[in-house]
Each structure stands twice: as C-alpha cells, then as structure tokens.
C-alpha cells in the first residue's frame, strides 16, 4: 500500500470528532504559555504574515482562534461588479454543472446532489439544472466566509457527518467526501435564482459558525436540524459582507439554481481570492 493510501486509510482509524474537539480546546485557550508558541509555529510553518490584517503583531490576538479568524484590514480584498465573486481566499478545486443530480468531486468521484443538502430531494430539486462551484482552504487562507452575491436567508440547515481531511489527497480517495461531512446549509434567495452555500467540516476544524446565529457546531448532534428565516425575521447579507467563518480550513461548496458561467481565469486548480470575480450569468437582470 502506498503512503498516500496509508494517510486516507489512517483517517478512517482516528476518532474524528474527539480529536478536533481536543485541538478546539487548545485553539481557544488564552493562556500566552499556550497561544504564543502555537501561533508562532503555525505562522513559520505556512509563511503567514499579517500584512493585511487589522491586528499586525501576533501578541494582540487573544487566542489561536482568534488569530486564525482574524479580520483584514478595510479594503485589503477589493469586491468585483460580477454577478458571483469568490466568497473566501482559496483554491477553486471544481466548478461545472449538476448532471443527473450528481456535483463532480475528483477523477472517479461524484456524489449526490441530495446527498450533500442533508438527504432533502425537494430542495436538491431546486438546483438539477443549475451548476455548482468547491472551494478549498488551505490552513494558511484567510478563514472567513463571505457573500458571494446580495442574497436573503431562508432556510439553514445542520447535517451531522464525518471529520475527514478535505485536502487534494483526501478529495481523490474517498469518495462523496462532502456529502459525508459534517457541513452547514444555508439558503439564499438572490435576485439570480436560489442559491445554497454549505459550509464543509473537516478534521480538526474546531468550530463552523454564522454571523446571525454563532457557534453552530461544536455542540455536534447525532441528527439534522432546520432554521427557518420568515419575512419579519429577514436576513440580508450584502455582496461581500460576512456570513461566517471556519475555526481551522475546510471547503465551501455553491450550488446555482441558474448555471453562471465560470471565470476562466479561474479554471481547477487556480488559486483565487476574496472579492475576485467567480462566475458571471448572461442575462443578470433575469430573477
């Protein structure tokens, strides 16, 4: 066997979910003893600088999570007019349409449309047509998560799951990966159609939160759950603003109920960030 099959092989051995709760602990832990050295190594060891950030020095941030979230200075990530703009920094691992209700995860792999939605056909339906877009985060990403477009929530939704890596190792070998993650489903209606972002878990990632509703996990639950937005609770987020954030990388995956076409700059494998145009649609004025 190889090394690389031993890597995913080891995945499957490890217990998930208690080891990103212990790495959680020592992420939020304030204690400089702790913190600093944590940091410190993190920072050499994916060459991180805090160039565009709004706290410079590694001593102001209260803990790793906080340095691993922190916010970037104003301006530091210019949005485009595009109809859809990436939501965070990263790398664009696939983009392309939903065929026969299947996303396209790597060579050999697909999984189901239904699947990744937390097993609701209904809402899978939405999007049969409609195309979809992966985006990885490297640990040294900045991990906040934005609008890719204007849009109004109507439904989030928690799907329980696995904790696997979702690095380019991870994502060849183990088939539907994000569909068996632990992930967190929003729904946007925007003025281009309905659009879903879900927020991928991965090993070790300590936390996935919302900016309307915070920590969604951990507390991790053995079954989905469902929020709904009605209209004297409306939520709209603008292009560009924040809508969440990862505590340690992950991956987020859009799906379109209208197919945009897709940037070519910004083909598989190429690295993109915040603000930076993602996909544009033909008619921008349809709804």
């Known amino acids: 066997m190889s090394l690389k099959k031993v890597k995913v092989a080891l995945q499957y051995c490890v217990p998930q979910h208690l080891l990103s709760r212990l790495v959680g602990c020592l992420a939020a832990s304030e204690w400089a003893i702790i913190k600093l050295p944590f940091i410190h190594l993190f920072a050499k060891a994916y060459n991180i600088t805090l160039d565009d950030a709004q706290r410079g020095e590694f001593s102001q941030y209260k803990s790793f999570n906080d340095f691993f979230t922190r916010a970037l200075k104003e301006g530091a990530r210019p949005i485009d007019e595009t109809t859809y703009v990436s939501p965070v920094d990263g790398e664009v691992s696939q983009t392309g349409k939903i065929e026969d209700g299947q996303v396209y995860q790597a060579k050999g792999h697909s999984y189901s449309l239904t699947d990744l939605l937390g097993g609701n056909s209904t809402l899978a339906e939405t999007y049969q047509q409609g195309s979809f877009a992966t985006i990885y985060l490297a640990p040294s990403d900045y ?59 991965a090993m070790i990632v300590a936390s996935i939160e919302t900016v309307w509703a915070g920590n969604i996990t951990p507390p991790r639950a053995k079954r989905p759950f ?18 969440g954030r990862f505590k340690l990388g992950s991956t987020v995956v859009m799906a379109f109920e209208k197919p945009p076409v897709f940037a070519d700059k910004h083909q598989n494998g190429s690295k993109i960030r915040l603000g930076e145009a993602l996909a544009d649609l033909a008619d921008t004025t349809a709804s």
């Open 226 to 243: 469902t929020w709904h937005y009605k209209d004297e609770d409306a939520i709209v987020l603008d292009k560009g603003q924040e809508m």
């Open 143 to 201: 991990h906040r998560i934005h609008m890719p477009c204007r849009g109004k929530l109507k439904r989030m939704v928690y799907v329980p799951g696995r904790l696997f890596s979702v690095n380019q190792l991870t994502t060849k070998h183990v088939s539907g990966l994000f569909a068996r993650n632990e992930r967190v489903v929003c729904y946007f209606d925007t003025e281009y159609g309905e659009m879903a972002m879900v927020l991928v878990g």
